[in-house]
């Protein structure tokens, strides 16, 4: 690929080994200390379904903003009072990550023929519907619980968990 873009991009070396980047899928322990706010990839707010996190920083920057200015502007900036921006983007967020956690653990243990099903299973078996009701492109647990309770959706997903 690299040889077919390295002219039109302006890839001299394209022996170069690829920058490599962690999707951090997973929160860290505590986003809020004295003088010290969290946000973004550094907190570990990323979606756990794709790994997509723009949506996720811009929401806990804004946050961040609200509460780091309000603090400011009434010169209290010790961890105590920046909670609140913990609380605020978990107020909005837990759900989230309370339902991606559990559909990433199901999913990474799909096999290629499992995921082969489930794609017979969303042409055939009315999981096309659900999903056109359900999904939201920056909210997925409407979808993953509609998904769990689906019965042949749900016996195909946890299947490698019955062995
Ligand atoms: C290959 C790839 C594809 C992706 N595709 C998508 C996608 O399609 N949709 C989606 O939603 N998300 C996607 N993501 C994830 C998304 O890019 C990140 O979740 C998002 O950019 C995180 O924003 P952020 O502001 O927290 O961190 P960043 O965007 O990483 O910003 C951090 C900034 O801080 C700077 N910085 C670091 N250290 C210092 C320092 N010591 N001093 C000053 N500055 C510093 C960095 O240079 C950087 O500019 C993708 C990620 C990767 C790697």
Request: charged content about 25%; hydrophobic content about 45%.
């Given at each position: 690929m690299l040889a077919q873009v390295a002219e039109r991009w302006g890839?001299?070396?394209?022996t170069l080994p690829p920058r490599q980047k962690l999707l951090p899928l997973g929160t860290i322990?505590?986003?809020?200390?004295d003088r010290l706010l969290v946000v973004g990839d550094a907190a570990g707010l990323?979606?756990?379904?794709?790994?997509?996190g723009i949506y996720y920083s811009i929401l806990s920057g804004a946050l961040a903003a609200e509460i780091g200015s309000d603090g400011l502007k009434h010169d209290r900036l010790d961890g105590a009072s920046l909670a609140a921006y913990e609380h605020a983007w978990r107020d909005q967020l837990a759900d989230e990550f309370d339902a991606q956690h559990p559909l990433r653990a199901v999913v990474s243990r799909l096999t290629d023929e499992d995921i082969d099903e489930l794609f017979d299973l969303a042409r055939t078996d009315g999981i096309m519907p659900i999903v056109r009701k359900t999904v939201r492109f920056n909210r997925h647990r409407d979808l993953i619980q509609a998904l769990f309770r689906h019965a042949p959706a749900r016996k195909l997903l946890f299947r490698s968990f019955a062995l």
């Amino acid at each position: 690929m690299l040889a077919q873009v390295a002219e039109r991009w302006g890839i001299v070396d394209d022996t170069l080994p690829p920058r490599q980047k962690l999707l951090p899928l997973g929160t860290i322990a505590r986003t809020y200390g004295d003088r010290l706010l969290v946000v973004g990839d550094a907190a570990g707010l990323v979606k756990p379904t794709t790994g997509g996190g723009i949506y996720y920083s811009i929401l806990s920057g804004a946050l961040a903003a609200e509460i780091g200015s309000d603090g400011l502007k009434h010169d209290r900036l010790d961890g105590a009072s920046l909670a609140a921006y913990e609380h605020a983007w978990r107020d909005q967020l837990a759900d989230e990550f309370d339902a991606q956690h559990p559909l990433r653990a199901v999913v990474s243990r799909l096999t290629d023929e499992d995921i082969d099903e489930l794609f017979d299973l969303a042409r055939t078996d009315g999981i096309m519907p659900i999903v056109r009701k359900t999904v939201r492109f920056n909210r997925h647990r409407d979808l993953i619980q509609a998904l769990f309770r689906h019965a042949p959706a749900r016996k195909l997903l946890f299947r490698s968990f019955a062995l």
